[in-house]
């Protein structure tokens, strides 16, 4: 499951019980144990990745002067 944080930024959560914290020596959910599906770990590398592009775009549109 992805939701995005107030941020905008995108956050990877647990299929099963919805928790956002991740043991990624074992790749499993901290709360339940339930494994990260590789699905689900493309998904959300895509949309880091979108959203990576999105901040470049803002930071080359960025007045280098700051005004």
Known sequence: ???RNPAGA???ACDECGCRWFDRMTN???ECG???KA???A???QELEAFGA??????RN???KGS
């Not at 999105?54 to 930071?59: H, K, L, N, V």
């Open 1 to 3: 499951m992805i939701f």
């Open 10 to 12: 995108p956050e990877l």
């Open 28 to 30: 499993t959910c901290y």
């Open 34 to 36: 339930t494994p990260v």
């Open 39 to 41: 699905e689900a770990q």
């Open 43 to 45: 998904e959300f590398l």
């Open 54 to 59: 999105i901040g470049r775009r803002s930071d």
């Open 62 to 64: 960025a007045d280098p």
